[in-house]
């Protein structure tokens, strides 16, 4: 499992920096998705799917 982003389309939720912290920031100036990390650890994977699932924007993508 592998995760992409596209901070074009994310709308700065914070919803994935607050579920799975050491994947994923917001940048400083506009809020938008930053990935810290692409390949999820054994036990976050279920919370990075329905992170990935529940994103406002479509913004988070996998690849398995
Ligand atoms: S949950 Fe989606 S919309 Fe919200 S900050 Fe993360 S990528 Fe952006």
Redesign the pocket.
């Known amino acids: 499992m592998r995760v992409r982003?596209d901070?074009g389309v994310?709308?700065?939720?914070?919803?994935?920096?607050l579920r799975v912290p050491g994947m994923?920031d917001?940048d400083d100036t506009d809020?938008?998705?930053v990935l810290l990390r692409a390949d999820p650890d054994p036990g976050e994977e279920d919370a990075v799917l329905k992170?990935v699932t529940?994103?406002?924007?479509?913004?988070?993508q996998l690849d398995r």
Do not use: D, I
Request: charged share 0%; aromatic share 4%; hydrophobic share 40%.
């Open positions: 982003v901070p994310c709308v700065g939720a914070g919803l994935c920096v994923f917001q809020g938008t998705v992170t529940s994103c406002p924007s479509g913004a988070l």
